[in-house]
C-alpha cells in the first residue's frame, strides 16, 4: 500500500498561540520504496513520522494508506489499521532484557492478537519470528537475550519486531544514532533491502546523510516544510 500525506498541517499549543510544526507537507512513498528525511532538531521530523504512522491527527490535509483515509476512522478503527499495518521502527530498540530475540518478536505478536487465537496462532508466531529474524541477519541468534548481542544486533531485531506483523508501512526514527559508522551503515543497507524484501512504504528520519544512497528519495525538512534538497 502506497503511504500518501497531502497538505498536512500540524500545530501544537505554545503560550497563548500556536506553534506550527507541520505546515501544508506533502510526500507520497509507493510500496518497495524508502523516502529519508533530513533536517535540523526541531524541524518537525519527529511530529512528521508520528502523523506518518496515526499517532497523531493533524489539524488539515489527508492521510492515507493505500485507499484509506486515517483521519476518517474512529478511534478503535484507526487502533487496528495501526496494528495491522504500520510497523514502527523506534530510535532505541528498548528490547526486554529476560527475552529471546525471538521471543521478543513472539510477544510483540500476542499483543497486536490481543491473545486470540489460542496455540495455533502462536505457534505460527514462533515460526514467523524465526523467519523474520533470518530475514535481517540474526540467523542463529533468535535464542540469545538482548545482552548477548550486539548494538547492531539489538538493532537488527528492532527492526525484526516491526516487520513481524508484516506491515504495509514501515516508519522509522533516526536508526543509527546510537552505532558506530560501520554499524549503521548496515543497518541503512537492511533498511532498504526489508523495504524491497517485505514490499513496505518505508518513511525514514536520520540525520546520517552519509547514508542518503540507500533510499530511492531524499527530502529536507526545515520550520515544518519539505523540500527537495540542494545537492552538490
Known amino acids: ?24 507537507v506533502s510526500v507520497r512513498v509507493a510500496p518497495g520504496e524508502s523516502a529519508a528525511v533530513v533536517g535540523p532538531s526541531g524541524s518537525g521530523k519527529s511530529s512528521l513520522l508520528a502523523v506518518a504512522a496515526a499517532l497523531i491527527r493533524p489539524d488539515a ?11 476518517g476512522l474512529r478511534p478503535r478503527e484507526l487502533s487496528e489499521l495501526r496494528l495491522r499495518e504500520i510497523g514502527i521502527v523506534f530510535q532505541q530498540p528498548n528490547l526486554v532484557a529476560s527475552l529471546t530475540a525471538a521471543e521478543q518478536l513472539v510477544v510483540t505478536e500476542h499483543m497486536r492478537a490481543r491473545g486470540r487465537g489460542g496455540r495455533a496462532r502462536m505457534r505460527a508466531a514462533r515460526e514467523r519470528a524465526m523467519e523474520t529474524l533470518a530475514a535481517v541477519g540474526l540467523a542463529g541468534k533468535e535464542h540469545r537475550h538482548p545482552h548477548r548481542l550486539s548494538g547492531g544486533e539489538r538493532q537488527r531485531v528492532n527492526i525484526a519486531r516491526a516487520l513481524m506483523g508484516r506491515p504495509s508501512v514501515l516508519v522509522v ?21 526489508a523495504t524491497r524484501t517485505f514490499d513496505v512504504a518505508t518513511l525514514l528520519v536520520t540525520h546520517d546523510t552519509e547514508y542518503l544512497g540507500y533510499a530511492a528519495s531524499v527530502l529536507e525538512m526545515r520550520d515544518g516544510r519539505l523540500r527537495i534538497p540542494d545537492r552538490a
Not at 500500500?1 to 501544508?24: F, H, K, N, Q, W
Request: aromatic fraction near 2%; charge should be negative; hydrophobic fraction near 35%.
Open 1 to 24: 500500500m502506497t503511504l500518501e500525506l497531502s497538505d498536512v498541517t500540524l500545530t501544537y499549543p505554545d503560550g497563548d498561540g500556536r506553534i506550527t510544526a507541520l505546515d501544508r
Open 61 to 71: 490535509g489527508t492521510v492515507r494508506i493505500g485507499g484509506t483515509d486515517t483521519l
Open 173 to 193: 526514527d533516526e536508526p543509527t544514532a546510537a552505532l558506530d559508522h560501520e554499524r549503521g551503515e548496515r543497518i541503512m543497507e537492511l533498511v532498504a533491502d
